[in-house]
């Protein structure tokens, strides 16, 4: 999405960091989001999903928007107990030869339960990042840098919680509901 592909200033300052294995700073990362969120094909809205995830990068993007006349409309948080997450995610598994997840395998036909058949058979595993010891680290880094986010759109004023524990075409469509507004 955001990355060198096209041949930019910003997404080759950004291959820079990837390449050498480091997260691209903050400050050059909302820079890539704003000339993006400024192409032909966002004027009419943008959804940003899992930007900004720190409060650096949420105030470096009210800050770029405010110089641009714009502003974010509605932060969604769809809110899912913790124990639930690590359930859902320790529920998934991975075809060993595509590396997707079941519910996404480009193998798209299974005669057994836990088996990918196409075109070979392949076992489906549980990913190590997918792991409850694994998903429950980066839910701890999630509340440390990410949660206080939550409290910053709510002092904006654009904070809409979804209860993220149903059914998922009822999740959907209450955001669909809240960006139609």
Do not use: W
């Not at 959804?47 to 502003?71: H, M, W, Y």
């Not at 880094?141 to 654009?158: A, F, K, N, R």
Request: proline share 4%; glycine share 8%; net charge negative.
């Amino acid at each position: 999405m955001l990355t060198s592909k096209n041949g930019t200033e910003l997404g080759n300052k950004a291959k820079t960091y990837m390449d050498q294995g480091l997260l691209v700073p903050d400050e050059l990362t909302c820079d890539l989001v704003v000339d993006r969120i400024q192409q032909d094909d966002a004027r009419e809205g943008y959804v940003l999903d899992g930007f900004p995830r720190t409060i650096p990068q949420a105030e470096c993007l009210t800050e770029a928007l405010n110089k641009l006349g714009s502003k974010i409309d509605y932060a969604i948080d769809v809110d899912v107990p913790d124990d639930n997450i690590v359930k859902r995610m320790g529920g998934r598994r991975a075809c060993v030869k595509c590396g997707d997840n079941l519910s996404r395998c480009i193998c798209q036909h299974r005669r057994q339960r836990g088996v990918c058949d196409v075109p070979v058979v392949t076992k489906l595993v549980l990913r190590d990042d997918d792991k409850p010891e694994t998903v429950q680290k980066r839910l701890n880094v999630y509340h440390e840098q990410t949660q206080p986010l939550i409290d910053y759109y709510t002092t904006q004023g654009v904070l809409k919680t979804v209860d993220g524990t149903r059914d998922l075409n009822e999740v959907f469509q209450e955001i669909v509901d809240i960006l139609g507004e």
